[in-house]
């Protein structure tokens, strides 16, 4: 896929004019509430995903070891259901 020299030399100008418009500093204090609350953002956000992933992986696992688990006993769950039918039925 080709770039056009025009379509590169308008992202470009775009790109100067928009780093000539912004400021070269803030100037701002990041106060104690402001840093501890970014704090916690990032570690709500860290714990979103590393309890996405857990749930992502655990539970398929989970079902495939019932899975795997129920298909190497039929035998005993059989003989557990019928001592337990009555004896009419």
Same mark, same amino acid.
């Given at each position: 896929m080709t770039r056009s020299p025009l379509r590169l030399a308008g992202a470009l100008l775009a790109l100067t004019l928009a780093a000539l418009v912004m400021p070269d500093a803030a100037h701002a204090y990041g106060g104690p509430g402001s840093v %501890?609350?970014? %704090?916690?953002?990032?570690?709500?956000?860290?714990?979103?995903?590393?309890?996405?992933?857990?749930?992502?992986?655990?539970?398929?696992?989970?079902?495939?070891?019932?899975?795997?688990?129920?298909?190497?006993?039929p035998t005993a769950a059989s003989a557990d259901s019928s001592a337990d039918a009555p004896a009419g039925q």
């Open positions: %501890i609350s970014g %704090i916690g953002a990032l570690l709500a956000a860290a714990a979103a995903l590393l309890a996405s992933l857990f749930g992502f992986l655990w539970f398929p696992l989970k079902r495939l070891y019932k899975r795997m688990s129920s298909e190497e006993e």
